[in-house]
């Protein structure tokens, strides 16, 4: 009988059929920032620390992570546990570039373990020589988990926020550093050979890396949007003060924003001005009133004593619609509003027989499509370890109730008495659809604790597609509505203020000229500039001594529309780029930006003298 060789290819790691990948926990640890100067506590140590040990708990680190990473300056702030021990790694490129959180780098850990995972998907990870994991199906898969889980946490946004916030609180630039630094970039488009449309101004609802914006013309109402959306019209447009994507409202605290026209010539054509507020969000209060040069609105978010606290942050939008004398089409302006008090919630009194389970999201709850989880806030009398303990007393599971498929659903562990529901959207939903899903906590004896909630799909935000947007030629003037000026704010820094983020350090120094910040979707690009670096104090004390305070001034604000404008173009050099090492990107923009600040200083030096 004559026999057949058959040769086999060996079967590689992503060929392996895995049916259930199993389970990984993640947990996130954000550190509190540095305190700022003259607020520091000082360290005492042990009285059995041994000579040498010190620097153990030493807290005079680069970062507040510092004294707790194998390496410093962000590197392995992500790692991934098997058995207990370190597996493999990331750095904080990850919690920038894939999760967002850019102010949270410097405080924020990432410990992932992965022994939940099914053997064959953990066999597919491990490499024989153990150095890391195997960049497989099974690493893309866990690493899509984990930014599913936690790029949308809510927790995680609001510390983002408020590190943002504190940049935001920086002093504004001078004026006319403003126009000085407006005309060079202007200039600087008029004789380049391109440039790029790119997405809204200040105020507008939409934000993000790319350059400019145009008014379109959207269902008869002309307002700022990228250029890919609508149809060309022409000024003017409506926009807001503070040049914000995001108004930011207290509790019980009125704040006053101002609707202004681009050009502001034309705002003594406005004949009608209608403001809608948000019919969701009935404890926001508008008032309006149209003025002879703007309009003023005047928001308040209405909480009583009832209110319940653990549904803050609450979003919502209010319409600005303006009528212009001689012109058909209304314009139409939308701000974000975000509303949270500046103080937690007190924690609940906590229990060992809970009673009561609840949800404190808004609803109805928006689910988005695509590949990011939607969290739904929970809270429960319950003490934690009632869920948390190895033999837990207390368990908790949800349900999408009706006909279809159940999603992928997991549960945050809560922290005093409150937790999230991740909802997994599932492909086939439709934008439009409501859905009821019920939540249960099952504990001893047969009990059962019931709540649930409504909720709403809706359509993923937009990606930025930089990629669609190509450079082009153009000659003599630009078509109507375009603007290549982007949406920036000027801020200086001073000593005082040295406890903010630079670069890739927590802080800054007197060495240090400037810095941006890539706009978000809740501000603009924002230029710093240094006013205590130690070389600019040094010049401006030399031009004291022989000339005028104006001639002073006039020479400051020279050197600092400069910088600000080297700034700008770094900033433009990243657009569409992603780094391969944010902190190596960083110091090395840290260096350029304080070498062109003591080359344009010396220039100055020798003109004056």
């Known amino acids: 009988m004559a026999e057949t060789a058959t040769q086999t290819t060996p079967l590689l790691f992503d060929d392996l059929p895995v049916a259930d990948l199993g389970t990984i926990s993640i947990r996130v640890f954000v550190l509190p920032p540095k305190p700022k100067k003259g607020t520091e506590k000082q360290t005492v140590l042990p009285l059995d620390v041994e000579e040498g040990e010190e620097f153990m708990l030493d807290d005079k680190g680069a970062t507040p992570l510092s004294s707790y990473l194998e390496a410093g300056r962000g590197k392995r702030c992500v790692v991934y546990l098997v058995n207990g021990q370190r597996q493999e790694f990331d750095d904080n490129g990850f919690i920038v570039q894939d999760l967002g959180f850019r102010y949270l780098r ?27 994991f195997y960049r497989g199906a099974v690493r893309e898969a866990l690493t899509r988990r984990i930014i599913a889980t936690l790029k949308s946490d809510p927790d995680l946004e609001r510390l983002e926020q408020e590190a943002e916030e504190a940049v935001s609180e920086l002093s504004a630039g001078d004026e006319k550093v403003k126009q000085t630094l407006d005309q060079l970039i202007d200039a600087h488009h008029d004789k380049g050979h391109s440039f790029v449309d790119g997405i809204g101004s200040a105020g507008d609802v ?22 890919s959306v609508g149809v060309g019209a022409d000024y003017p447009v409506l926009t807001s003060q503070p040049a914000a994507s995001i108004i930011r409202l207290r509790p019980n605290q009125p704040r006053e924003i101002a609707i202004k026209s681009i050009p502001s010539g034309h705002w003594a054509a406005v004949s009608q001005l209608i403001v809608e507020g948000d019919s969701k969000v009935l404890e926001l209060n508008v008032k309006h009133e149209k003025l002879d040069d703007h309009g003023k609105l005047i928001l308040n978010f209405n909480a009583d004593q009832n209110f319940d606290a653990d549904e803050f942050p609450v979003r919502a939008t209010v319409k600005i619609t303006a009528r212009f004398n001689g012109i058909v089409e209304p314009r139409r302006l939308e701000l974000s509003v975000l509303t949270r008090p500046d103080v937690p919630s007190v924690d609940p ?26 969290h739904v806030k929970l809270r429960w009398d319950g003490k934690d370890k009632l869920v948390t303990d190895d033999d837990p007393k207390w368990r908790l599971s949800a349900k999408l109730l009706g006909k279809g498929a159940q999603p992928e659903m997991n549960f945050a562990d809560p922290v005093a008495g409150r937790f999230s529901l991740l909802v997994s959207p599932r492909p086939e939903w439709q934008v439009g ?6 939540v ?64 890739n350090e927590d802080e800054w120094t007197d060495e240090d000229a400037g810095a941006f910040v890539r706009p978000t979707e809740r501000a603009p690009l924002i230029l710093i500039i240094n006013q205590d670096m130690a070389a600019l104090r040094d010049f401006r004390q030399a031009l004291a001594k022989r000339n005028t305070e104006q001639d002073v001034q006039r020479k400051l604000n020279k050197y600092t529309s400069h910088i600000a404008f080297h700034l700008y173009q770094m900033y433009q050099a990243t657009i569409g780029k992603k780094d391969d090492d944010v902190d190596a990107a960083d110091k090395a923009r840290r260096s350029e930006v304080r070498r062109v600040a003591l080359t344009m200083i010396k220039l100055m030096d020798v003109a004056e003298k």
């Open 106 to 132: 410097a405080r924020m850990m990432i410990m992932i373990d992965v022994d939940g995972l099914a053997p064959e998907a953990l066999g597919k990870l491990m490499q024989g020589s153990r150095q890391g």
């Open 206 to 227: 939409h934000s993000g890396d790319e350059l400019g914006f145009k008014t379109v013309n959207k269902g008869g109402v002309v307002t700022l949007l990228p250029p």
């Open 349 to 374: 009194k906590l229990v060992e027989d809970p009673v009561k389970l609840k949800v404190t999201s808004r609803q109805p709850v928006n689910i988005r499509l695509g590949d990011t989880d939607t």
């Open 433 to 438: 659809e409501r859905l009821t899903f019920e």
């Open 440 to 503: 249960t906590a099952s504990g001893p004896r047969g009990r059962q604790l019931f709540t649930s909630f409504d909720a709403n799909v809706v359509e993923a935000p937009e990606p930025i597609e930089k990629d669609e947007k190509a450079p082009r030629l153009v000659e003599d003037e630009f078509k109507t509505g375009t603007m290549r000026r982007p949406p920036y704010e000027l801020k200086t820094i001073s000593r005082d203020e040295y406890q903010q983020q630079c670069w």
